[in-house]
């Protein structure tokens, strides 16, 4: 079992960037795909970018060109540097880690989530 810990979320004014960050601690003799989802109020959760074990990353439509996905294995942690922030990127923010080489954008593929981080976007 892993445990998942973001951190840099906060407020920004539309345009702008901020950087997730998501430490990733605990059981670290299985190689995990890893992935970002986000949670609008009243909406379900869903997945925007994925990092595998090949280093092959996968983006939702609305974030690419904008987000990045990234990962420093010697310091155990995933980034999510998300640049051009608009309004509808208001939500929370979730890393989540799967035991497996491969993942997709799929809430149930992921068994090890984060708290969480609050982004707002401001107009």
């Known amino acids: 079992h892993v445990q998942l810990a973001e951190s840099g979320g906060g407020s920004v004014q539309a345009g702008g960037s901020l950087r997730l960050s998501c430490v990733v601690s605990?059981?670290?003799?299985?190689?995990?795909?890893m992935g970002w989802f986000r949670q609008r109020p009243g909406e379900r959760r869903d997945g925007i970018a994925t990092?595998?074990?090949?280093?092959?990353?996968n983006y939702r439509g609305s974030v690419s060109g904008r987000f990045t996905v990234s990962r420093d294995n010697a310091a155990n942690t995933l980034y999510l540097e998300m640049n051009n922030l608009k309004p509808e990127d208001t939500a929370k923010y979730y890393c989540?880690?799967?035991?497996?080489?491969?993942?997709?954008?799929?809430?149930?593929?992921?068994?090890?989530w984060g708290q969480g981080a609050q982004v707002t976007v401001l107009l």
């Open positions: 605990g059981d670290m003799s299985s190689r995990y795909c």
């Open positions: 990092l595998n074990n090949y280093n092959g990353r």
């Open positions: 989540a880690a799967s035991a497996v080489d491969f993942c997709g954008l799929v809430e149930s593929e992921f068994a090890f």
